[in-house]
Protein backbone atom coordinates (compact mmCIF):
# COMPACT_ATOMS: atom_id res chain seq x y z
CA UNK A 1 0.00 0.00 0.00
CA UNK A 2 0.98 3.54 -0.74
CA UNK A 3 0.17 6.88 1.24
CA UNK A 4 0.20 10.00 -1.47
CA UNK A 5 0.56 13.66 -0.19
CA UNK A 6 0.11 16.48 -2.84
CA UNK A 7 2.01 19.74 -2.55
CA UNK A 8 2.47 23.20 -4.32
CA UNK A 9 -0.90 24.22 -5.26
CA UNK A 10 -1.60 27.96 -5.03
CA UNK A 11 -3.36 30.53 -6.53
CA UNK A 12 -1.74 32.04 -10.19
CA UNK A 13 -2.35 34.72 -12.63
CA UNK A 14 -2.80 33.21 -16.36
CA UNK A 15 -0.03 31.99 -18.76
CA UNK A 16 2.20 31.55 -15.14
CA UNK A 17 3.34 28.62 -14.05
CA UNK A 18 3.23 26.05 -11.10
CA UNK A 19 5.00 22.87 -9.87
CA UNK A 20 2.96 20.48 -8.08
CA UNK A 21 4.69 17.84 -5.97
CA UNK A 22 3.64 14.48 -5.39
CA UNK A 23 5.36 12.64 -2.08
CA UNK A 24 4.69 8.80 -1.63
CA UNK A 25 5.29 6.61 1.46
CA UNK A 26 4.82 3.23 2.97
CA UNK A 27 5.53 0.99 -0.20
CA UNK A 28 8.21 1.00 -2.86
CA UNK A 29 8.20 3.66 -4.70
CA UNK A 30 9.46 2.95 -7.76
CA UNK A 31 7.07 -0.12 -8.47
CA UNK A 32 4.34 1.83 -9.41
CA UNK A 33 2.96 3.92 -12.13
CA UNK A 34 2.13 7.28 -11.32
CA UNK A 35 -0.59 9.97 -12.62
CA UNK A 36 -2.32 13.12 -12.33
CA UNK A 37 -5.82 14.10 -12.36
CA UNK A 38 -7.90 16.29 -11.46
CA UNK A 39 -11.69 17.86 -10.77
CA UNK A 40 -13.05 21.11 -11.95
CA UNK A 41 -16.20 22.51 -9.38
CA UNK A 42 -19.10 20.53 -10.77
CA UNK A 43 -17.27 18.64 -13.31
CA UNK A 44 -15.59 14.75 -13.53
CA UNK A 45 -12.50 13.95 -12.31
CA UNK A 46 -10.37 14.08 -15.15
CA UNK A 47 -6.97 11.97 -16.44
CA UNK A 48 -4.35 14.59 -16.88
CA UNK A 49 -0.62 12.84 -17.35
CA UNK A 50 0.68 9.92 -16.08
CA UNK A 51 4.33 8.27 -16.08
CA UNK A 52 5.44 4.67 -16.11
CA UNK A 53 7.49 3.30 -13.02
CA UNK A 54 10.88 4.13 -15.18
CA UNK A 55 9.71 6.90 -16.13
CA UNK A 56 10.07 5.91 -19.95
CA UNK A 57 6.81 6.22 -20.96
CA UNK A 58 4.35 9.24 -20.45
CA UNK A 59 0.48 10.34 -21.30
CA UNK A 60 -1.02 13.69 -21.33
CA UNK A 61 -4.36 14.11 -21.74
CA UNK A 62 -4.39 16.60 -24.69
CA UNK A 63 -5.71 19.67 -23.48
CA UNK A 64 -2.49 19.85 -21.18
CA UNK A 65 0.01 18.50 -24.01
CA UNK A 66 2.73 20.75 -24.80
CA UNK A 67 2.14 22.75 -21.43
CA UNK A 68 2.05 20.14 -18.52
CA UNK A 69 5.48 17.48 -17.90
CA UNK A 70 4.72 14.77 -15.69
CA UNK A 71 8.41 13.17 -13.95
CA UNK A 72 9.28 11.72 -11.03
CA UNK A 73 12.65 11.08 -8.91
CA UNK A 74 12.29 7.40 -7.68
CA UNK A 75 15.21 8.06 -5.30
CA UNK A 76 13.13 10.64 -3.94
CA UNK A 77 9.73 9.01 -3.86
CA UNK A 78 8.56 12.16 -5.64
CA UNK A 79 6.40 12.36 -9.10
CA UNK A 80 5.66 16.06 -10.31
CA UNK A 81 3.65 17.89 -12.42
CA UNK A 82 5.04 21.12 -14.28
CA UNK A 83 2.17 23.34 -15.72
CA UNK A 84 2.79 26.25 -17.99
CA UNK A 85 0.84 28.26 -19.37
CA UNK A 86 -1.69 27.95 -17.63
CA UNK A 87 -5.33 29.77 -17.82
CA UNK A 88 -8.73 29.88 -15.96
CA UNK A 89 -10.03 26.61 -17.36
CA UNK A 90 -7.14 24.37 -15.56
CA UNK A 91 -8.49 25.35 -11.92
CA UNK A 92 -9.14 22.76 -9.86
CA UNK A 93 -8.77 20.37 -7.30
CA UNK A 94 -5.29 18.17 -8.52
CA UNK A 95 -4.90 14.48 -7.66
CA UNK A 96 -1.83 12.30 -7.61
CA UNK A 97 -2.74 8.38 -8.34
CA UNK A 98 -0.82 5.40 -8.18
CA UNK A 99 -1.27 1.64 -9.63
CA UNK A 100 1.45 -1.31 -10.21
CA UNK A 101 0.55 -0.96 -14.35
CA UNK A 102 1.03 1.95 -16.08
CA UNK A 103 -2.51 0.78 -18.44
CA UNK A 104 -4.13 0.68 -14.87
CA UNK A 105 -3.36 4.40 -13.56
CA UNK A 106 -4.67 6.15 -16.61
CA UNK A 107 -7.91 3.88 -16.29
CA UNK A 108 -8.35 3.40 -12.88
CA UNK A 109 -5.69 4.02 -10.43
CA UNK A 110 -5.82 2.38 -7.17
CA UNK A 111 -4.22 4.92 -4.50
CA UNK A 112 -5.21 8.55 -4.38
CA UNK A 113 -3.90 11.48 -2.53
CA UNK A 114 -5.98 13.85 -1.10
CA UNK A 115 -5.65 16.42 -3.54
CA UNK A 116 -4.43 19.93 -3.35
CA UNK A 117 -6.13 23.36 -4.85
CA UNK A 118 -5.02 25.15 -8.51
CA UNK A 119 -6.41 28.64 -9.43
CA UNK A 120 -5.94 30.47 -12.42
CA UNK A 121 -6.99 33.63 -12.72
CA UNK A 122 -7.65 35.75 -15.85
Known amino acids: QVQLVESGGGLVQAVGSLRLSCAAS????????MAWFRQAPGKEREFVAA????????SYADSVKSRFTIARVNVKNTVYLQMNSLNPEDTAVYYC???????????????WGQGTQVTVSS
Open 97 to 111: AAHTTFQAVVGGPRY
Open 26 to 33: GSTFSSYA
Open 51 to 58: ISWPGVTT
